[in-house]
């Protein structure tokens, strides 16, 4: 045999072997893929069975059956709380929705809640005051959690036995070793649990039995029900995310229409670090998205995310289908915030006409509209309703029309922009 053909046989044997081992990468890939989507059904369930660790779980599968209430209670089911007196408790989380979740559940345990946006602001403020209690975010920009609790421990020794509480969504082993060397002495993970939050505060503060202190939330018009009587917002297990807020389903509905607002740009973001090989960016912004799709129970969008930090934090690029399923995943979150936000739109209304007070002029409610959408956009949607009502069958009708489809479409940056031209317009006629 020549050596030639020998080469021949050589290239082909390679040749076979490589469609082998190409089969073989699918299959291991659709293996790994399906243990994954596993993986986060495990890890749903079992947040769902240490749930079943928190008294308003019980309480609330007690009345399910004893009257046969839907599985989302309406109102919620009422709970007693370890009463704290109204000790200071202090909250550090760049995240507005986290920060707002956060407080509401330390005001159930009737808390004074003081909140910080920053590392740099809460060491600012802290240094003239004492709080009991410090719940600290670890992964913030510029002046992260670890690096905040150092300086606090070293510059404010009126705090030293001031208890400082990680509250972060990574619960690596290595996570709470630095946390603790940090100076920290509790670590609670996010998404966060009304029971290990109350055990975290008995074991720090003082406090005496809810004796009479009886707590519930007077929820708004329930969600209907579609066919087959699923909840109609996808991607968000909404008895979950009720029950972590106690009920409190305006407290969701703002949370989660500014969350969504959050979301459109989120593949932008991404994409943007991806493309210039920013992994610590990417991190960051995988780590936020997952922490705070988990506290608003968007438990599929969560997992997505937590899974893309972690191939970030080990500098490797995520494959291209999980950033398919993560984009489907958030668009799909934008989807359910336009339903609710519809869903919303009749009560607002009713609401409206059944209200005394007198109704402002188009210009006044824009503007007003204008300054609340840059803060939360909850508080903006009953002036667009009014708006759009207010506007029918005026010159102004096509106007209150864009606004109102500009805000149900989340495209809030067009709609900054035509409500200042509109009230550019319409200012100096208003004036005369």
């Known amino acids: ?188 993970t996010k998404p966060l649990h009304m029971s290990a939050l109350g055990q975290e505060l008995e074991r720090w503060l003082r406090h005496s039995p809810p004796g009479n202190r009886v707590l519930t939330h007077e929820p708004i018009a329930a969600i209907p029900k579609t066919e087959d009587h699923q909840d109609e917002l996808p991607g968000v297990d909404l008895a979950d995310a009720l029950k972590r807020l106690r009920g409190n389903r305006k407290l969701f509905n703002d949370v989660f229409l500014s969350f969504a607002q959050g979301c459109s740009s989120v593949m932008t973001e991404l994409q943007e670090a991806i493309n210039n090989l920013a992994y610590e960016e990417a991190t960051r912004i995988t780590h936020r998205l997952k922490g705070t799709a988990g506290n608003l129970s968007a438990k599929n969008l969560s997992a997505i995310a937590g899974e893309i930090e972690q191939l970030s934090k080990q500098q490797q690029t995520a494959p291209e289908h999980l950033l398919k399923q993560l984009e489907a995943a958030l668009q799909q979150i934008i989807s359910s915030a336009k339903l609710l936000a519809s869903q919303q739109a009749p009560l607002a209304a009713s609401e409206r006409n059944n209200s005394p007070t007198e109704t402002p002029a188009p210009i006044a409610l824009a503007q007003r509209i204008l300054e609340q959408i840059e803060i939360d956009l909850g508080d903006a949607q009953d002036d667009v309703e009014q708006l759009f009502e207010l506007t029918k069958n005026t010159k102004h009708e096509t106007f209150g029309n864009q606004v109102r489809a500009e805000f149900y479409s989340f495209n809030i940056r067009r709609l900054k922009t035509d409500i200042a031209e509109w009230i550019k317009v319409q200012a100096p006629r208003h004036e005369h």
């Open 1 to 188: 045999m020549s050596s030639l053909q020998a080469l021949r046989i050589e290239l082909l044997v390679a040749k076979e072997q490589t469609q082998i081992l190409e089969q073989l990468a699918a299959h291991l890939a659709d293996e790994l893929q399906a243990h994954k989507t596993q993986l986060r059904s495990l890890e749903a369930a079992l947040n769902n069975l240490r749930d079943t660790t928190d008294p308003a779980t019980s309480a609330s599968k007690i009345s399910a059956n004893q009257t046969d209430a839907p599985a989302i209670p309406t109102p919620y089911t009422p709970l007693m709380l370890l009463d704290f007196h109204q000790q200071s408790a202090w909250v550090v989380d760049d995240n507005a929705i986290n920060l707002e979740i956060a407080q509401e559940m330390l005001l159930d345990f009737n808390l004074q809640v003081t909140t910080c946006l920053s590392g740099a602001e809460a060491i600012e403020r802290i240094s003239t005051q004492t709080p009991a209690i410090l719940f600290m975010d670890i992964l913030m920009p510029e002046c992260d959690g670890l690096e905040t609790t150092r300086v606090i421990r070293a510059r404010c020794p009126h705090l030293a036995d001031v208890p400082i509480v990680a509250m972060t969504a990574n619960n690596s082993t290595q996570d709470m070793q630095d946390a603790k060397a940090a100076g920290m002495q509790g670590y609670l």
